[in-house]
T-cell receptor, first 112, second 115 residues
Framework: EAQVTQNPRYLITVTGKKLTVTCSQNMNHEYMSWYRQDPGLGLRQIYY???????DKGDVPEGYKVSRKEKRNFPLILESPSPNQTSLYFCASSSPIQGRAFFGQGTRLTVV | GESVGLHLPTLSVQEGDNSIINCAYS??????FIWYKQESGKGPQFIIDIRSNMDKRQGQRVTVLLNKTVKHLSLQIAATQPGDSAVYFC??????????????FGKGTKLSVKP
């Protein structure tokens, strides 16, 4: 089954404690992205990657890092999480030919 | 479930009626548009897409209309069912060739279907 898998689904952490949210896709897609979703603000892009070892900032990259060492994986790293990073996070992937993005189930992050 | 519907425009329709959800996009250079459906507790799911060389595209019970003159996109759902209740997002692609790296999403509209 074609899918994008994020882990964990839910995470509560404390300010400053480094964390990583993993994302994996099994569709051999070149493009992958991370979004955060907040009430009233919709989906905002954090980072995206057009292929292995190629990453670019989206609209709200501050406080986040990503890496793309393999085509299937695109982890999101918060080196020093802060409460304003409490949000619902989505990973997505797509191919350049098809265009449409496939989304993971989301990760609810709470930073206290 | 996840509360993604807070502060969103809401459309309430009777089961069996047709629904029309509207979206204004921002960039006249956008060449690819997508509608997504997001149910509570789930990630956005693809519904239908359209490229800028078309003004209408039909799927199963859904139709997307594109008016490039006024930068307007609409999603029509025929014979709306309770399972259609969700938040609907439009997305535009700012790059040629449909680069997903540049998808820009609208704020979303919450559709509520009354039985």
């Amino acid at each position: 089954e074609a899918q994008v898998t994020q882990n964990p689904r839910y995470l509560i952490t404390v300010t400053g404690k480094k964390l990583t949210v993993t994302c994996s896709q099994n569709m051999n897609h070149e493009y992958m992205s991370w979004y955060r979703q907040d009430p009233g603000l919709g989906l905002r892009q954090i980072y995206y990657s057009m292929n292995v070892e190629v990453t670019d900032k989206g609209d709200v990259p501050e406080g986040y890092k990503v890496s793309r060492k393999e085509k299937r994986n695109f982890p999101l790293i918060l080196e020093s999480p802060s409460p304003n990073q409490t949000s619902l996070y989505f990973c997505a992937s797509s191919s350049p030919i098809q265009g449409r993005a496939f989304f993971g189930q989301g990760t609810r992050l709470t930073v206290v | 479930g996840e509360s993604v519907g807070l502060h969103l425009p809401t459309l309430s329709v009777q089961e069996g009626d047709n629904s029309i959800i509207n979206c204004a996009y921002s960039n006249s250079a956008s060449d690819y548009f997508i509608w997504y459906k997001q149910e509570s507790g789930k990630g956005p799911q693809f519904i239908i897409d359209i490229r800028s060389n078309m003004d209408k595209r039909q799927g199963q019970r859904v139709t997307v209309l594109l008016n490039k003159t006024v930068k307007h996109l609409s999603l029509q759902i025929a014979a709306t069912q309770p399972g259609d209740s969700a938040v609907y997002f439009c997305a535009e692609n700012m790059a040629n060739g449909g680069s997903q790296g540049n998808l820009i999403f609208g704020k979303g509209t919450k559709l509520s279907v009354k039985p």
